[in-house]
């Protein structure tokens, strides 16, 4: 399941990218980046498009956290991505993006542990440098905690690099992939049937 998400969370990057102006959805980091350059340039119209997904991002975290529901944080998610895949056109890329990164919020704030280990979907320093701590930790799950954390920033690469290609090819459908892939993690986390 983290492996779908960070796969996800790549993907969500490089169709924002591509298609709305160079702003990313999930990595808010980014958008810091660009923020800070544009404020400091004057260009408050290209800062305000980096300032708007983080916005929307700690809103998604908040309603996540406080709702402590993983399962329909999930398909908040899914709602949100569908609404920008159907609406993308019709709507300001300023308000598309920022509902692809609530709803990418919804889901990395509700889905932050995979086995024992602390990770993030939506970016791959954190994840690089919990391998790197897991790779010289002395318990016995250490090797398998590195190569944990190293799989999920290979998924989030794959991600962006099928997202890259897909976007190219079906630019707003495109969006059926992440949507598929959280939906695969909804299913997976459905509750037993009684029997």
Same mark, same amino acid.
């Given at each position: ?17 591509? /298609?709305?102006?160079?702003? &990313?959805?999930? /990595? ?7 923020? #800070? ?22 809103? #998604? ?13 999930? @398909? ?13 056109? +019709? ?10 990164? &609530? #709803? ?7 889905? +932050? ?30 090797? +398998? ?12 690469? /794959? ?7 897909? @976007? ?13 892939? /959280? ?9 037993? +049937?009684?029997?």
């Amino acid at each position: 399941m983290a492996s779908l998400l960070s796969m996800s969370g790549g993907f969500l990057d490089a169709f924002t990218w591509l /298609s709305l102006g160079g702003v &990313f959805a999930s /990595s808010q980091t980014g958008n810091v980046v660009f923020l #800070g350059i544009d404020a400091i340039s004057g260009q408050w119209q290209q800062a305000a498009r980096h300032l708007l997904p983080l916005v929307a991002f700690l809103l #998604g975290a908040l309603v996540a956290i406080r709702v402590k529901a993983p399962l329909l944080c999930l @398909t908040g998610e899914i709602v949100c991505l569908f609404a920008v895949m159907l609406l993308i056109h +019709r709507v300001p890329d300023m308000v598309a993006i920022p509902g692809i990164s &609530f #709803g990418a919020a919804l889901q990395s704030a509700s889905f +932050r542990q995979v086995e024992r280990w602390k990770y993030l979907s939506v970016t791959v320093t954190g994840n690089m440098l919990r391998a790197i701590d897991q790779s010289v930790a002395s318990d016995r799950d250490a090797a +398998r905690g590195t190569a944990v954390m190293f799989l999920l920033c290979l998924m989030f690469l /794959s991600g962006a690099a099928i997202g890259t290609c897909v @976007t190219k090819w079906l630019h707003a459908l495109s969006l059926i992939l992440p949507i598929a892939s /959280s939906a695969c993690v909804l299913w997976l986390c459905r509750p037993p +049937r009684r029997s």
